[in-house]
């Protein structure tokens, strides 16, 4: 069965540290998608980046940077230069495809603090 | 920048009343789907449309539970009989038909039985 652990429960930093959220996850396809969302205290689950399982180059995206190793089955997510604006709950999930329907397995989700 | 939007954002109902909530997807989308948010958990699958027709359903969705997506276009989910152990944030996402779309997610609608 997919499976996504999120170890860290709560993190908090003092603005302008790097901080990075931890990723394994289980699955028994070859093919899967892996996706970070960010849920700010509005509620909303904010897509930030889609990582498919045969490209394990890492991506920067600003201060957003993903590390992909297939070998460990982690997806880790750095934040650097960390803000106050960063404070949210960030959910890492693994794609299941079942009848067509992209099901997405969510883990617990890393609360991050950024404290001004 | 029209996103997903549901409604009501809030709902408080007594045990045993039933309650319907509305998702209006991104217009061009025609996946759209429901997911269920517990305290501290992540998001769970519930339930999963493609244009009108209900593809997948979760072993969540008790029969307690009916979504419907009428001519493809906004959908509903009623939970009858509301029990306290339905308190929980709905959440309703759409997508492109596609492996790699991404779900964009609307801000959900908190129901608290009481």
């Known amino acids: 069965a997919q499976k996504v652990t999120q170890a860290q429960t709560e993190i908090s930093v003092v603005e302008k540290e790097d901080v990075t959220l931890d990723c394994v996850y289980e699955t028994r396809d070859t093919t899967y998608y892996l996706f970070w969302y960010k849920q700010p205290p509005s509620g909303e689950l904010v897509f930030l980046i889609r990582?498919?399982?045969?490209?394990?180059q890492n991506e920067i995206s600003g201060r957003y940077s993903w590390n992909f190793q297939k070998s460990t089955s982690s997806f880790n997510f750095t934040i650097t230069a960390s803000q106050v604006v960063d404070s949210a709950v960030y959910f890492c999930?693994?794609?299941?495809?079942?009848?067509?329907?992209?099901?997405?397995?969510f883990g617990q989700g890393t609360r991050l603090t950024i404290n001004p | 920048d029209t996103g997903v939007s549901q409604n009501p954002r809030h709902k408080i109902t007594k045990r045993g009343q039933n309650v319907t909530f509305r998702c209006d997807p991104i217009?061009?989308?025609?996946?759209l789907y429901w997911y269920r948010q517990t305290l501290g958990q992540g998001p769970e699958f519930l339930t999963y449309f493609q244009n009108e027709a209900q593809l997948e359903k979760s072993r969540l969705l008790s029969d307690r539970f009916s979504a419907e997506r009428p001519k493809g276009s906004f959908s509903t989910l009623e939970i009858q009989r509301t029990e306290q152990g339905d308190s929980a944030m709905y959440l309703c996402a759409s997508s492109l038909q596609g492996r790699n779309s991404p779900l964009h997610f609307g801000n959900g609608t908190r129901l608290t039985v009481t």
């Open positions: 999930a693994l794609s299941e495809y079942v009848e067509g329907a992209q099901k997405l397995v």
């Open positions: 217009s061009e989308h025609n996946r």
């Open positions: 990582r498919n399982s045969f490209d394990e």
